[in-house]
T-cell receptor, first 111, second 114 residues
Framework: QKEVEQNSGPLSVPEGAIASLNCTYS??????FFWYRQYSGKSPELIMF??SNGDKEDGRFTAQLNKASQYVSLLIRDSQPSDSATYLC???????????WGAGTKLIIKP | KAGVTQTPRYLIKTRGQQVTLSCSPI?????VSWYQQTPGQGLQFLFE???????NKGNFPGRFSGRQFSNSRSEMNVSTLELGDSALYLC?????????????FGEGSRLTVL
């Protein structure tokens, strides 16, 4: 069974520090990897996606993919209280358009 | 560009009743996926419709059904409601033609079953 694993948290990080969120997946055929952010009471919104091994940076966010280790992470630099949310990792396995979702990690940025 | 619109936003039903939720995707998007979200369970995939055909289906009982119309709008129906059906139901649209896998979510329909 194809699975995506995330630590549910909460992960508490002081303001201004780097928050590191991790996700592992079981299917080596996974092609695309997505990080969604969901504020309490709101719907998920896409932050970043990554297809290739290595790092992808967008502002304060960096996604890191290691296909050999079946591991994808999201780093948030200079964390702000507004980053407090649940972060969902999703994986697109193959030509099937369905995404496999992790349960999400709750991130709390403490002022 | 208008986003994904879900109606109703909130509703309260009693056990045994049925409910129909509606989703209008982003203009040009022909794929609509439905998810159930409950505290601690994450996003549970219900089904996906593309060009009026169900393309994928999650592991939910037959009480959960859906359909898609020619204008890509989609509805999902839950019959014989149970207390455990209380959840946030999210609709997401995507552009399958781009094959990126990116989903755009609506605000959700929060269902409470009493």
């Amino acid at each position: 069974q194809k699975e995506v694993e995330q630590n549910s948290g909460p992960l508490s990080v002081p303001e201004g520090a780097i928050a590191s969120l991790n996700c592992t997946y079981s299917d080596r055929g996974s092609q695309s990897f997505f990080w969604y952010r969901q504020y309490s009471g709101k719907s998920p919104e896409l932050i970043m996606f990554i297809y290739s091994n290595g790092d992808k940076e967008d502002g304060r966010f960096t996604a890191q993919l290691n296909k050999a280790s079946q591991y994808v992470s999201l780093l948030i630099r200079d964390s702000q209280p507004s980053d407090s949310a649940t972060y969902l990792c999703a994986v697109k396995v193959d030509s099937n358009y369905q995404l496999i979702w992790g349960a999400g990690t709750k991130l709390i940025i403490k002022p | 560009k208008a986003g994904v619109t879900q109606t109703p936003r909130y509703l309260i039903k009693t056990r045994g009743q049925q409910v129909t939720l509606s989703c209008s995707p982003i203009s040009g998007h022909r794929s609509v996926s439905w998810y159930q979200q409950t505290p601690g369970q994450g996003l549970q995939f219900l089904f996906e419709y593309f060009s009026e055909t169900q393309r994928n289906k999650g592991n939910f009982p037959g009480r959960f059904s859906g359909r898609q119309f020619s204008n890509s709008r989609s509805e999902m129906n839950v019959s014989t409601l149970e207390l455990g059906d209380s959840a946030l139901y999210l609709c997401a649209s995507s552009n399958r033609d781009k094959n990126t896998g990116e989903l755009f979510f609506g605000e959700g329909s929060r269902l409470t079953v009493l």
